[in-house]
C-alpha cells in the first residue's frame, strides 16, 4: 500500500542536541500520528493531530499537522541517550481506517 | 490507557508446521484490529484487517490461505501462519483501534522458522 515519504532515515546526534524529523505525502490524510519503536518491542504513540495546523507537545516532543493535511513533523528538543529508537508517522484517512506508516527515522544519541 | 496484549513474544517453530498469534484488546472491545509485517530495518507493512463477526481484509499480495485471521470476539483476533517456511520468518504486530480512534500496539511477535 502507499506509504508515506518519511524523513530522514537515520540520525546521528550528540546528546543535548535537538531533533527535527518530516513525514509527507501525496494524499491528505486527517489524523496524523507519530509512533517510537524500540528492538523487538511495538510502536508506542508518541502524539496524535487531529486538526490541521494543529501543534502538539509532549514534554519534549513537539509535533505539528501541516495545514495541508498531507505532512507533520517530529521535534525532539534536549535529546537524551533513552531517545534512541526508530520514529515513525502514520497518517489515517478515510473512515479512519486505513492507516499508512513513513519508513521510519533511526535515531541514535551519543552521550 | 488502552492495552494490547500480544502473545507469544517469539516463538520459533519447524518449517511446514502452523503457529497461531493472539492479539488482545485488554481493557477495550475493538471491532477492528490489524496486522502488521515488518522486517529488519523496515518499516511496518499492513498485511490485512482483522473484522470482528466478518471475513479479513487483506492486502494485495498477501495470501489469505496461508495467513488465516479469525476475529471471533471483540477482544481477541487471531493470525495463524500455516504451512510455515523460513521467509515467513519476521517481527508480526497487531494494532486494535479503541473507542477514541486511537490506535494501540501490541508488543509484537518474532517468528522463527528453521
Known amino acids: 500500500g502507499q506509504q508515506l515519504n518519511q524523513s530522514p532515515q537515520s540520525m546521528f546526534i550528540q546528546e543535548g542536541e535537538d531533533v527535527s524529523m518530516n513525514c509527507t505525502s501525496s494524499?491528505?490524510?486527517?489524523?496524523w500520528l507519530w509512533y517510537k519503536q524500540e528492538p523487538g518491542e511495538g510502536p508506542v504513540l508518541l502524539i496524535a493531530l487531529y486538526k490541521a495546523g494543529e501543534l502538539t507537545s509532549n514534554g519534549r516532543l513537539t509535533a505539528q499537522f501541516g495545514i495541508t493535511r498531507k505532512d507533520s513533523f517530529l521535534n525532539i528538543s534536549a535529546s537524551i541517550p533513552s531517545d534512541v529508537g526508530i520514529y515513525f508517522c502514520?497518517?489515517?484517512?478515510?473512515?479512519?481506517?486505513?492507516?499508512?506508516f513513513g519508513a521510519g527515522t533511526r535515531l541514535t544519541v551519543k552521550p | 490507557g488502552a492495552v494490547v496484549s500480544q502473545h507469544p513474544s517469539r516463538v520459533i517453530c519447524k518449517s511446514g508446521t502452523s503457529v497461531k498469534i493472539e492479539c488482545r484488546s485488554l481493557?477495550?472491545?475493538?471491532?477492528?484490529m490489524f496486522w502488521y509485517r515488518q522486517f529488519p530495518k523496515q518499516s511496518l507493512m499492513l498485511m490485512a484487517t482483522s473484522n470482528e463477526g466478518s471475513k479479513a481484509t487483506y492486502e494485495q499480495g498477501v495470501e489469505k490461505d496461508k495467513f488465516l485471521i479469525n476475529h471471533a470476539s471483540l477482544t481477541l483476533s487471531t493470525l495463524t501462519v500455516t504451512s510455515a517456511h523460513p521467509e515467513d520468518s519476521s517481527f508480526y504486530i497487531c494494532?486494535?483501534?479503541?473507542?477514541?480512534?486511537?490506535?494501540?500496539f501490541g508488543s509484537g511477535t518474532r517468528l522463527t522458522v528453521v
Open positions: 481493557d477495550f472491545q475493538a471491532t477492528t
Open positions: 494494532s486494535a483501534q479503541d473507542s477514541n480512534y486511537g490506535y494501540t
Open positions: 494524499s491528505i490524510f486527517n489524523t
Open positions: 502514520a497518517g489515517l484517512r478515510g473512515n479512519n481506517n486505513d492507516m499508512r
